[in-house]
């Protein structure tokens, strides 16, 4: 039978009765000025903004409970099985309190920051335990935003390569990034934020590629520890004498060591939620690394879901080719995980800014000069409506192909939902990012869709 906490429960049902309430912002139109002699609309193709650097999510806070707004469609917020068997999974979770449960999720700058997924993973650890923090990957050292929840640091000088990078001077591994030292003797740090519950871990498995050769590891306090290696193909794995929340790996490398990231373990029941998140990322640029289904593979995954669409929308859509993409990264991660259950699912509406340039008659002042002709240009928001025809494409891949999804198109709101979100303050400036509780609201939805599927017979 699937645990789950009583006061938890009421914690939700006293939650979904709260609405948000409505603020009086509203999405901008485009000018339409009456001296208007010609317009020009050109669209800005935004993919770069999804890819570039830092991503701000505005409005910190702390308390993941949050209401439910009236718009979100709850009697939608489920998978839609399209036919696959997930007893396997609720037989996973049953048995939870004896053997960790692993979820993996891929994702793009909608998960990198870690704020919607690590609201699911706090909320499942909650009810089935947590067995640590999982999958960390060295996103600052290769010049990205990091989720606050864990650090992966060094004073040491790296060769970093991101997954949008137009070229890679080096392999870049399934989580998407990958940092390569510039001398044969270096050192990295990896811990846990002290004010999450992740702490303690007792063993790290390190994912590389080349050789690694470990000399030493350091604890909290820098003091040496005694630690065992068990080194593989693809990883080593780093067992600890005691539980730890930070440790430095000293280590030595032939020249050919690429690190992609490392999973933080306590040894313990529990749930795993491992999330991958890359800015600007699509299923063809993860299809890129081509390794995506053999690196997860050691993470032992019972649930992989794909949470991808969005950076699609931006620029010319072709359905076939973005179908033909979801089904190369399918079927990359079945050959390696056979037994892993897939979910996907598919973006909400979203916006993108319009580059209105008008044609304006101006009078001058001055006496006896005639009036002249100029451009004036001027920024707005419309609908991004590559969206709805990709998430039809996901639904009916999942229906043709016997795959779950989870419509998040649907919940949100449907059409039209991006300009309730503006209305409500949910979306970032650039309103295709969330906000900070919205991105919790979206974590929410998800760990209470999965809930639901446990408890379905």
């Not at 699937?2 to 009421?10: C, D, E, G, V, W």
């Amino acid at each position: 039978m699937i645990r789950h906490s009583l006061k938890h429960i009421a914690h939700a049902l006293l939650l979904a009765s709260l609405p948000l309430a409505v603020a009086a912002q509203q999405p901008a139109d485009a000018d339409t000025d009456a001296e208007e002699v010609d317009v020009v609309v050109t669209d800005d193709d935004e993919s770069e903004l999804l890819a570039a650097g830092v991503v701000e999510i505005p409005g910190e806070a702390d308390d993941i409970d949050i209401p439910i707004p009236s718009f979100i469609r709850r009697s939608a917020n489920h998978i839609i099985y399209n036919g696959a068997d997930w007893s396997a999974l609720r037989r996973a979770f049953e048995r939870s309190d004896k053997a960790p449960v692993s979820i993996v999720l891929i994702g793009d700058s909608h998960i990198q920051a870690d704020i919607s997924s690590g609201t699911t993973r706090d909320l499942l650890q909650y009810d089935f335990g947590n067995a640590g923090r999982g999958l960390v990957s060295p996103l600052k050292i290769s010049g990205t935003n990091e989720p606050s929840n864990y650090f992966f640091q060094s004073r040491n000088s790296w060769i970093p390569v991101k997954l949008m990078s137009s070229t890679w001077r080096q392999t870049v591994g399934f989580t998407g990034c990958s940092i390569r030292p510039s001398s044969s003797s270096s050192e990295f740090t990896i811990g846990t934020s002290e004010k999450d519950d992740y702490n303690p871990f007792t063993s790290v498995t390190v994912f590389h590629s080349g050789r690694f050769v470990i000399n030493s590891v350091r604890g909290e306090s820098d003091d040496p520890l005694q630690f065992r290696s068990i080194p593989s193909r693809d990883y080593t794995q780093i067992l600890l004498p005691s539980p730890q929340t930070r440790i430095t790996i000293d280590f030595a490398s032939a020249g050919d060591l690429t690190v992609f990231g490392a999973s933080l373990s306590g040894d313990r029941p529990g749930v795993f939620y491992h999330a991958i998140g890359n800015n600007g990322a699509a299923y063809e640029t993860y299809n890129r690394i081509g390794t995506v289904g053999a690196g997860i593979a050691p993470l032992n995954p019972a649930l992989v879901i794909v949470s991808l669409g969005t950076n699609e929308a931006f620029g010319r859509l072709d359905t076939s080719a973005f179908t033909r993409a979801v089904n190369r990264l399918v079927s990359n991660i079945r050959t390696a995980n056979p037994d892993a259950l897939i979910l996907l699912t598919t973006p909400m509406e979203c916006q993108k800014s319009v580059t209105t340039t008008k044609k304006v008659r101006v009078r001058s002042k001055k006496k006896g000069q005639k009036a002249r002709t100029v451009n004036r240009t001027s920024r707005s928001y419309a609908v991004n409506h590559n969206i709805a025809p990709i998430r039809q494409a996901i639904l009916d891949y999942g229906k043709q192909n016997g795959i779950a999804v989870y419509d998040w198109y649907d919940i949100a709101g449907g059409q039209g939902a991006s300009n309730t979100w503006v209305a409500h303050n949910l979306f970032a400036k650039d309103r295709v990012h969330h906000t900070h509780a919205a991105y919790r609201l979206e974590g929410r939805l998800l760990y209470e869709a999965i809930m639901d599927a446990l408890r379905s017979n």
